[in-house]
């Protein structure tokens, strides 16, 4: 009987696709320990773009964040997402992306998962595997699945022994937009498992279209191993799929699973409450949408494109936009509707709809894009009318001969703090760019366990308080003792 393995998303990808990134430290500490114990093959507890949304708005550092929850999962491998660079929308110089990952070693990390946008092995994420390498993580490399005449099997077939060639631990299929289909699945999955010279190949998908457990089922009849799950409430919706739903399925298949579901259910009950009392969204399963199969835009990224558009009272025009989403996406050759370019392709959609003319005004990022900036495998399908277009226009000429600069690690710390800065402090720095941001989260009180307050205990003493011929309460329960008095 074959065994599957699981990785759990629900303090990373979980709650980045349902809470906005929203879990607090103090939500995860009093269940860590209990995750532990689960039998796990690896937890994502924090992502790159994470680091900013912990200090802007939680008031938390992430770095403390990472190093109180190592204390408490000692057995199961941490993990850590980002793609070449550790801001969304700029390229990371080589010095700090060296740092970054000494730092997250440091602080208690053990897996990286990488990713390339446009699944080039050759650009950048080439050198994080050496940086992290050369600290002792594991490396996971996700390669990106999308849908477009580019995105073959024969394509996936080279970019998986791509990542074969580099000294990566494992290869697993990101499909962030939820696109695969059961019948895809059955062509896609033979060839990252006939092209993976031997390493294991994991599967991660997301619920946007409804069909991910069903691919799920699939890729493990087919020979997966090992796939990526989230606890409710933190699963379904945009999230990844329930390890409740695909345990109960896998095992009317005939396979075996190699975690404690049993252990599972006082997660599910703590997240629940906190979902409760902080009204917080609760994932549920999601109807099909073939839409999102033809626009391919992340839920996220849809969701911020009509808040922008109802501020310019423009929201009748969202289904203009997402029509120009395609077209766009096809001029610049298909890139995946991933972070960054999911965001850089909606908004020339964006601004081309609401001036009524297509590329009279371009982005920096897009024409930064055609230039080369993020990889030669993203610059090389522009369609050569659009390309004409852009390379003519005037801002293109000023950014033509600009190159992403590249300073040294002494250099980055001259700029952002001098000699007295540490090594953590350095990078959040980079991060958040905003010192002020940063002061006030060093203002924040401690991060402390989160206390659900038990309201049914609460208005049971105020009921007893309520009789008049009590002068004092006392209770007494195991290491809990209450007396209050009149």
Excluded at 16 to 43: C, H
Excluded at 251 to 269: C, Q, W
Excluded at 293 to 303: A, K, L, M, R
Excluded at 425 to 440: G, H, P, S, T, W
Aim: glycine residues 6%.
């Amino acid at each position: 009987m074959r065994k599957i393995n699981f990785i759990d998303t629900t303090f990373r990808d979980g709650h980045q696709s349902l809470w906005a990134e929203g879990m607090t430290t103090g939500m995860m500490l009093p269940v860590a320990q209990q995750m532990d114990k689960i039998g796990f093959k690896g937890m994502e507890v924090i992502a790159a773009s994470h680091f900013l949304k912990c200090v802007r708005e939680l008031r938390e550092d992430p770095w403390e964040r990472i190093r109180l929850l190592s204390k408490r999962i000692k057995k199961t491998p941490m993990i850590l997402m980002m793609h070449y660079s550790i801001a969304a929308f700029d390229l990371t110089p080589l010095s700090i992306l060296k740092l970054w990952m000494e730092r997250i070693a440091a602080n208690g990390i053990k897996r990286v998962q990488l990713m390339d946008p446009s699944n080039d092995m050759n650009f950048r994420v080439n050198k994080c595997v050496k940086f992290a390498k050369e600290v002792g993580l594991e490396v996971s490399m996700g390669m990106v699945f999308s849908i477009s005449p580019k995105h073959t099997d024969q394509h996936y077939a080279q970019k998986v022994q791509d990542a074969t060639k580099l000294d990566v631990d494992m290869i697993y299929l990101k499909d962030s937009g939820g696109l695969l289909t059961p019948e895809r699945t059955k062509t896609i999955i033979p060839v990252f498992l006939q092209n993976s010279a031997g390493k294991p190949v994991a599967l991660h998908s997301h619920c946007t279209t409804g069909l991910a457990p069903l691919v799920y089922l699939e890729a493990i009849k087919l020979g997966i191993e090992t796939v990526y799950t989230a606890i409710p409430p933190l699963a379904n919706g945009s999230s990844q799929p329930s390890c409740y739903n695909i345990i109960k399925n896998i095992r009317h298949l005939g396979y075996d699973v190699s975690i404690n579901e049993e252990e599972v259910k006082p997660i599910t009950e703590h997240f629940l409450n906190i979902a409760k009392h902080e009204r917080l969204p609760v994932g549920k399963p999601l109807e099909y949408d073939a839409n999102q199969y033809i626009h391919q835009v992340p839920g996220g990224v849809i969701s911020n494109l009509k808040h922008q558009l109802s501020k310019l009272r423009m929201e009748h025009k969202i289904e203009e936009v997402l029509e120009e989403v395609v077209r766009v996406r096809e001029d610049l050759g298909y890139p995946i509707m991933v972070t960054p370019f999911s965001q850089f392709i909606v908004t020339q959609a964006s601004i081309n709809v609401m001036l009524g003319e297509r590329y009279k005004q371009v982005i920096d990022e897009i024409i930064q894009y055609t230039l080369g900036y993020w990889g030669t495998e993203a610059s090389s399908g522009v369609d050569p009318n659009i390309k004409d277009k852009i390379m003519n226009l005037p801002r293109t000429k000023e950014l033509i001969n600009w190159t992403p600069p590249e300073p040294s690690l002494k250099e980055v710390r001259e700029q952002l703090g001098g000699s007295g800065v540490t090594d953590d402090e350095l990078l959040l720095r980079y991060i958040v760019r905003e010192e002020k941001d940063i002061n006030e989260m060093r203002k924040a009180p401690p991060i402390k366990e989160y206390q659900i307050m038990d309201h049914g205990f609460m208005n049971f003493i105020k009921g007893l308080l309520n009789y008049k011929n009590l002068d004092y309460i006392s209770l007494v329960k195991s290491d809990l003792s209450l007396y209050l008095k009149k």
